[in-house]
Every structure is written in C-alpha cells, then in structure tokens.
C-alpha cells in the first residue's frame, strides 16, 4: 500500500529557482524514509507539502488516499489532525497545559471523549517513559523528554503517516540518540516514518531508505541492503 504519492511536484515562491523542482516520489506502508540535504535544498518544502501545510505550484500530492493538494484550509487542518503525527525541532507544545493535557487535545479536537484522550494519552506517555511527568508542565522537562511528550502528542490519533522535521535538532546528544532510538522502535512496529534532516548519520540510524534533494531535485534515493 502506497502512503506517499508524490507526482510531478514543484512549489515556486517567486521569480527565482523553484524550492521543489519536478520531484516524483513513493512512500509504501511501514517505510522508514530519510530526506536528506543541506539547508535551502527544498526537503522542509516537501514535507510541508505531504503535511498539506503549503500546496504545490504544479503536481500532485496525495497522502493515505487523499489529494492533498486539493484540500481547502479547514479540510486539510482536518487531514492533518486524523491521518498525519508532525513532530517538529522545536516541540511545539503548549507551555500552559500539562504534559497529559498537551497530548490528549488533538485526540479531543478530533471528536473522542475527554475520558478516552486521557486515556490514550496516558498509555502514549507509558510507553515512552515519560509517564511520571503526566502533570507536570512542559516548561519543567527537559528536552530530550519535551521531544518524547510531542512524539507522544503526534501518534494519538493513530496516525498512517508521521513526519518529523529535524527532531533531534535541538537536542544534546544523549536526548537525541534516545530519540533516534525511540524512531526505530516505532518504525519496528509498524509506523511508517518521513524523517526530514541534513544529518546523515541521524538518517542512517533511523532510516531504510535514505532519498537526498539537492537544489529542490531528487539526486539520489537509496534504499539500506537489510541485515542478514
């Protein structure tokens, strides 16, 4: 099954060189997949174009079944929030709502029941260990537990496709190759996984497929020999 489907895309800002250029590209169910490049390559472009955050100049874009690229402001706000986890560097939690409440909302906004986000959010925050801070508030964590409490806020919709923009980032090294870690364990167990980055070890830890933009084209896209 095809999560991704990328065709002919390209996303032209102003008069100058486009940020995507023609880019065709697949993702299938349960993949592993690393954007890599340097800054100004076009990579956050692309990704924000899957999100259904900016739409294309030219070409499709159609995620887990749907035209993106079609959608209107509120239809695509709905998509992110049922089919689509975004983990961002920088957490983007709310600083005025607990851990708990930060990663119950978006199941909330989308129609379950306060008790039952509660709940999810509670076994999310389980499993990521980072359960003891439930009541706690953002502000007071640290950052390598900041970034599990918005991985935790991304999958609690049970999203087909999670993106994740630069996550470690912002990290030291330690927070960050926990949550390298903590990406493997999820692509394990099923979840396919976009990975925007220009570090290329971050991809390769992570990924089993590793597609490289340069100047907003596809140069090269490699898939891991798997481990025998």
Do not use: W
Request: aromatic share 2%; with cysteine.
């Amino acid at each position: 099954m095809t999560v991704i489907d990328l065709h002919g895309v390209s996303r032209r800002y102003d008069a100058g060189p486009p940020a995507l250029d023609d880019v065709s590209l697949t993702v299938a169910k349960g993949e592993a997949v690393a954007i890599l490049g340097p800054s100004g390559s076009g990579k956050s472009t692309l990704l924000n174009l899957v999100a259904g955050l900016d739409r294309p100049t030219a070409g499709t874009v159609t995620v887990d079944g749907v035209r993106v690229d079609r959608l209107s402001e509120a239809a695509a706000a709905r998509f992110r929030r049922e089919r689509v986890g975004l983990v961002f560097q920088f957490f983007n939690l709310l600083d005025d709502l607990t851990v708990a409440d930060n990663v119950a909302l978006p199941a909330q906004l989308g129609g379950m029941t306060g008790r039952e986000a509660r709940r999810r959010a509670t076994e999310l925050l389980t499993a990521l260990g980072v359960d003891r801070h439930a009541d706690a508030y953002p502000g007071r964590l640290s950052g390598g537990e900041r970034q599990r409490v918005a991985v935790a806020r991304a999958l609690v919709n049970r999203p087909a496709l999670l993106l994740a923009d630069e996550p470690t980032g912002a990290l030291d090294t330690a927070s960050g190759a926990a949550v390298a870690q903590l990406l493997r364990d999820l692509h394990a167990d099923g979840q396919t996984i976009v990975l925007v980055t220009h570090d290329a070890a971050l991809a390769g830890s992570c990924a089993t497929r590793t597609v490289r933009i340069v100047d907003g084209r596809v140069a090269s896209d490699v898939t891991a020999e798997p481990v025998r």
